[in-house]
């Protein structure tokens, strides 16, 4: 059984950084893929990035440049870097892992991210 908890979320200035944290709870960490995804306010869930099993990533164009996917296999977390925030970044935030065997797929509970002058 995998759970996944996110944190990290706060309130934040225009220009501002957060670090966000998905933390894996389960077995065989090291054979997911790990995405993120974000909703804003009245829209649909969008794909953020993804890290996979073997470190690599790949970004929405709306991010790239500004967030960065990084994960630690020792400590069973995925961490998404958030630079020079935009109003627009502003959504709950998820982490969801998919297991690169069986496809099966976890989320998270998702962390509120706002950034607001």
């Known amino acids: 059984q995998v759970q996944l908890v996110e944190s990290g979320g706060g309130l934040v200035q225009p220009g501002g950084s957060l670090r966000l944290t998905c933390a894996f709870y389960?077995?065989?960490?090291?054979?997911?893929?790990i995405y993120w995804y974000r909703q804003p306010p009245g829209k649909q869930r969008e794909w953020v990035g993804y890290?996979?099993?073997?470190?690599?990533?790949n970004y929405d164009d709306s991010v790239k440049g500004r967030f960065t996917i990084s994960r630690d296999n020792a400590q069973n977390t995925v961490y998404l870097q958030m630079n020079n925030l935009k109003p627009t970044d502003t959504a709950v935030y998820y982490c969801?892992?998919?297991?690169?065997?069986?496809?099966?797929?976890?989320w998270g509970q998702g962390t509120q991210v706002t950034v607001s002058s």
């Open positions: 969801s892992a998919v297991n690169t065997r069986d496809r099966s797929q976890e």
């Open positions: 389960g077995s065989g960490f090291s054979i997911y893929n």
């Open positions: 890290i996979n099993s073997g470190g690599g990533t």
